[in-house]
């Protein structure tokens, strides 16, 4: 299906929708664009910056209750109640490498053995609305991990900005049935501009880089340690790149005690930590930033792809790249391990 | 010579007897500089020094502790050195210190919130005297760096290095404002309207510690009492309130350490106005005890000390 939806039309079905899914959009926040959960009456600021941190929060929030236990007074049983997210999401204006990150969870919490019934239960409950990018900014490198700036995977509906509004094709029936929605209007032959523009801004990408010996090529630097330091020498160990990343899926649990209660928490955790791989015993196999950096580009470039047909676990947003502190370049590395001369 | 030149001139004397020096080179863009670690003289062409190598490189220094390093440090950077020092987190001869006399170093988010298009798209920097040429988008506009230049610079008053072995350029006659408009601003406010801004920013903070781990001082870090998980002090729940604990817990460790680098505000990837938090701190700080972390070798930080009778604690007045 393709239609077409005015700039204030996206807003008011933003709004429409807020009536009754929970809405997660891109607005200004203070100098920067943030995802929030979107009010009536909030206006969406979808052009101005890709926003700081991905969209993963909408089938992966950051902190997810697990279960509750409630013990009203010390004699009592305590009762344990689970606690499976309700309701439906909608992602409004990320663009179409937020919107894959979760084609990277898909395989690692659906397999025959293990089903994350909180990760599948928003899976299937979140529709997202993406924005086709105009431009490549200069960390952006999704043609070079198999997508491009209009890719449509990921996505239920596909925006493409055209004049005063958004060219709007579906790609699942999730997504056709909001296009039905009388904001959305006929095309007319806007579908032909709508193409010259997400070609124009494959065109500006360049060619692609080849990742094909990534996998290889970095499993033959594992037990290189001098490497390894070389390429985490700036890095500061923090966690921004790890939760900004769409594709990010690790996580840690916490019993949180709330005096005769207490519930069980998920949160996003992150292998830059050195909580991360810290043994009961007190020993860690990951000690320094090298190792805990090495298991960060490793685990995307080479043992994921392994493990999962090849697809690499980065969608090329460029996040890590730009917001990290140090400026380390995980491109950079992956060249370095690709090109290095045995 | 120009600085660049003297400052490549003093590392190449002492090169061979280091393990690396410590310096800047261009990064992922024209716009961003990043980290370099100097290893040799062919290395030693990426250097680049000027209002876009930001990093305070000194926060480096804790994880060399044992080996001999060179580092190149700003102003305010080497104010960072000399409470390391102090603090006896590393060893004097165990870094050859080059400094400089800095002209100050951009913001980038002032740079962001001037450009017609999203740094993102940069073309081309070109670095004058006093402007950036920035061509972004197709769009060329030139800054002014003194609208772009970053907060700390404004009220530098130690724009040479304060500790070195080599001091490399002219030497400033500091000419500091006296206080920034967005602090003075912000402290203006009532405790409600404080309360109600902190509660809304700090939903944005996604706990990822990169203002911990930029911070030179914050030297825990891996042992951190907000990410130990026995005895879990704060919650990981990502709430306002967990997320702003564990600034509390930064600005008390830091005070009367914190030399005002500003490394922990340019770290935050989303844009967290941490120095606000930090600036009141360190005035408390100087107002109790007249001290002022950083500024001179061979001061204690008040916390790390003991004394009977403060002079300006009145323990036994109330
Ligand atoms: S790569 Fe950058 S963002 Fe990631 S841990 Fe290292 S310093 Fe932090
Ligand atoms: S690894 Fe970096 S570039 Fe790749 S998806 Fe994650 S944040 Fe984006
Ligand atoms: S750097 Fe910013 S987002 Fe990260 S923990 Fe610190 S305040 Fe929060
Ligand atoms: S708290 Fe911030 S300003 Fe203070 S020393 Fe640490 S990084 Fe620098």
Redesign the pocket.
């Given at each position: 299906m393709e239609k077409f939806i005015t700039k204030e039309n996206l807003n008011r079905l933003a709004a429409e929708l807020a009536a009754t899914c929970r809405v997660l959009a891109p607005v200004a926040d203070c100098g920067t664009v943030t995802f929030r959960r979107f009010q009536p009456g909030m206006v969406m600021d979808l052009h101005s910056r890709m926003a700081a941190v991905?969209p993963k929060a909408a089938t992966f929030p950051q902190t997810e209750t697990l279960l509750v236990v409630k013990r009203e007074i010390p004699e009592k049983k305590p009762e344990i109640i689970e606690t499976l997210p309700e309701g439906k999401n909608v992602v409004i204006g990320c663009r179409p490498?937020g919107a894959r990150?979760k084609l990277i969870f898909d395989p690692v919490y659906e397999t025959d053995k293990i089903k994350d019934p909180y990760y599948l239960q928003r899976r299937k409950n979140t529709v997202f609305i993406s924005l086709a990018c105009d431009r490549p900014e200069t960390?952006c490198?999704c043609h070079s991990?198999g997508s491009g700036p209009a890719d449509p995977s990921g996505s239920d509906v596909l925006l493409t900005l055209v004049g005063e509004g958004y060219v709007a094709r579906s790609v699942t029936p999730e997504g056709e049935e909001i296009m039905k929605m009388a904001l959305f209007a006929d095309a007319g032959d806007k579908g032909k501009e709508a193409d010259a523009k997400n070609a124009k801004a494959r065109e500006m990408m360049g060619e692609a880089h080849d990742y094909a010996s990534a996998p290889a090529k970095l499993l033959a630097r594992f037990d290189d340690m001098d490497f390894w330091l070389a390429q985490s020498a700036k890095c500061i160990s923090c966690g921004a790149?790890?939760y900004?990343?769409?594709?990010?899926y690790c996580f840690n649990i916490t019993d949180d005690d709330l005096g005769l209660s207490s519930q069980r928490i998920r949160t996003w955790d992150n292998c830059m930590s050195h909580t991360f791989t810290l043994e009961g015993s007190g020993h860690n196999p990951r000690s320094t930033k090298a190792h805990r950096l090495k298991n960060?580009v490793g685990h995307?470039f080479s043992y994921y792809p392994d493990l999962h047909k090849g697809v690499i676990?980065?969608?090329?947003?460029?996040?890590?790249?730009k917001q990290c502190p140090a400026g380390v370049d995980?491109?950079q590395i992956v060249n370095a391990a690709q090109e290095y001369a045995e | 010579m120009s600085q660049l030149d003297d400052l490549k001139t003093a590392i190449k004397s002492r090169l061979g007897d280091l393990e690396c020096v410590i310096g800047w080179e261009q990064g992922y863009d024209p716009l961003h500089a990043t980290p370099l670690f100097i290893r040799s003289e062919a290395d030693l062409d990426r250097l680049i020094i000027g209002p876009l190598a930001v990093h305070n490189l000194a926060t480096y220094l804790t994880g060399w502790k044992g080996k001999k390093v060179g580092v190149v440090v700003k102003g305010c950077d080497s104010k960072s050195v000399i409470e390391l020092l102090n603090e006896k987190l590393i060893n004097r001869d165990d870094v050859v210190i080059f400094g400089l006399c800095c002209d100050g170093v951009v913001s980038q988010r002032k740079i962001r919130a001037a450009l017609p298009a999203d740094p993102g798209f940069v073309e081309s920097v070109e670095i004058g005297a006093d402007s950036l040429k920035v061509t972004v988008a197709g769009q060329a506009a030139t800054l002014r760096l003194d609208d772009v230049r970053a907060d700390k610079c404004r009220v530098c008053d130690t724009p040479d290095a304060l500790v070195s072995d080599f001091l490399i350029g002219k030497a400033h006659t500091p000419a500091p404002a006296p206080s920034l408009k967005c602090q003075d601003e912000f402290e203006a406010k009532s405790d409600a309207e404080k309360f109600a801004f902190w509660q809304e920013t700090m939903g944005r903070c996604i706990r990822c510690y990169a203002c911990r781990n930029a911070c030179p001082m914050c030297v825990c870090r891996d042992y951190c009492i907000a990410t130990s998980r026995d005895p879990l002090w704060v919650s990981q729940e990502n709430l306002p309130s967990e997320n702003m604990m564990f600034q509390m817990i930064h600005v008390s460790h830091l005070a009367g350490r914190c030399t005002e680098c500003g490394e922990c505000e340019r770290a935050c990837p989303v844009d967290i106005p941490l120095m606000l938090l930090r600036r009141y701190m360190n005035k408390q700080v100087r107002d109790v005890f007249q001290h002022e972390a950083g500024k001179a070798l061979d001061q204690t930080p008040p916390l790390l000390t003991f004394k009977v009778e403060e002079e300006r604690i009145n323990e036994r007045g109330w």
């Amino acid at each position: 299906m393709e239609k077409f939806i005015t700039k204030e039309n996206l807003n008011r079905l933003a709004a429409e929708l807020a009536a009754t899914c929970r809405v997660l959009a891109p607005v200004a926040d203070c100098g920067t664009v943030t995802f929030r959960r979107f009010q009536p009456g909030m206006v969406m600021d979808l052009h101005s910056r890709m926003a700081a941190v991905s969209p993963k929060a909408a089938t992966f929030p950051q902190t997810e209750t697990l279960l509750v236990v409630k013990r009203e007074i010390p004699e009592k049983k305590p009762e344990i109640i689970e606690t499976l997210p309700e309701g439906k999401n909608v992602v409004i204006g990320c663009r179409p490498c937020g919107a894959r990150g979760k084609l990277i969870f898909d395989p690692v919490y659906e397999t025959d053995k293990i089903k994350d019934p909180y990760y599948l239960q928003r899976r299937k409950n979140t529709v997202f609305i993406s924005l086709a990018c105009d431009r490549p900014e200069t960390t952006c490198f999704c043609h070079s991990v198999g997508s491009g700036p209009a890719d449509p995977s990921g996505s239920d509906v596909l925006l493409t900005l055209v004049g005063e509004g958004y060219v709007a094709r579906s790609v699942t029936p999730e997504g056709e049935e909001i296009m039905k929605m009388a904001l959305f209007a006929d095309a007319g032959d806007k579908g032909k501009e709508a193409d010259a523009k997400n070609a124009k801004a494959r065109e500006m990408m360049g060619e692609a880089h080849d990742y094909a010996s990534a996998p290889a090529k970095l499993l033959a630097r594992f037990d290189d340690m001098d490497f390894w330091l070389a390429q985490s020498a700036k890095c500061i160990s923090c966690g921004a790149c790890t939760y900004m990343c769409p594709t990010c899926y690790c996580f840690n649990i916490t019993d949180d005690d709330l005096g005769l209660s207490s519930q069980r928490i998920r949160t996003w955790d992150n292998c830059m930590s050195h909580t991360f791989t810290l043994e009961g015993s007190g020993h860690n196999p990951r000690s320094t930033k090298a190792h805990r950096l090495k298991n960060r580009v490793g685990h995307k470039f080479s043992y994921y792809p392994d493990l999962h047909k090849g697809v690499i676990a980065c969608c090329g947003c460029g996040r890590c790249i730009k917001q990290c502190p140090a400026g380390v370049d995980i491109r950079q590395i992956v060249n370095a391990a690709q090109e290095y001369a045995e | 010579m120009s600085q660049l030149d003297d400052l490549k001139t003093a590392i190449k004397s002492r090169l061979g007897d280091l393990e690396c020096v410590i310096g800047w080179e261009q990064g992922y863009d024209p716009l961003h500089a990043t980290p370099l670690f100097i290893r040799s003289e062919a290395d030693l062409d990426r250097l680049i020094i000027g209002p876009l190598a930001v990093h305070n490189l000194a926060t480096y220094l804790t994880g060399w502790k044992g080996k001999k390093v060179g580092v190149v440090v700003k102003g305010c950077d080497s104010k960072s050195v000399i409470e390391l020092l102090n603090e006896k987190l590393i060893n004097r001869d165990d870094v050859v210190i080059f400094g400089l006399c800095c002209d100050g170093v951009v913001s980038q988010r002032k740079i962001r919130a001037a450009l017609p298009a999203d740094p993102g798209f940069v073309e081309s920097v070109e670095i004058g005297a006093d402007s950036l040429k920035v061509t972004v988008a197709g769009q060329a506009a030139t800054l002014r760096l003194d609208d772009v230049r970053a907060d700390k610079c404004r009220v530098c008053d130690t724009p040479d290095a304060l500790v070195s072995d080599f001091l490399i350029g002219k030497a400033h006659t500091p000419a500091p404002a006296p206080s920034l408009k967005c602090q003075d601003e912000f402290e203006a406010k009532s405790d409600a309207e404080k309360f109600a801004f902190w509660q809304e920013t700090m939903g944005r903070c996604i706990r990822c510690y990169a203002c911990r781990n930029a911070c030179p001082m914050c030297v825990c870090r891996d042992y951190c009492i907000a990410t130990s998980r026995d005895p879990l002090w704060v919650s990981q729940e990502n709430l306002p309130s967990e997320n702003m604990m564990f600034q509390m817990i930064h600005v008390s460790h830091l005070a009367g350490r914190c030399t005002e680098c500003g490394e922990c505000e340019r770290a935050c990837p989303v844009d967290i106005p941490l120095m606000l938090l930090r600036r009141y701190m360190n005035k408390q700080v100087r107002d109790v005890f007249q001290h002022e972390a950083g500024k001179a070798l061979d001061q204690t930080p008040p916390l790390l000390t003991f004394k009977v009778e403060e002079e300006r604690i009145n323990e036994r007045g109330w």
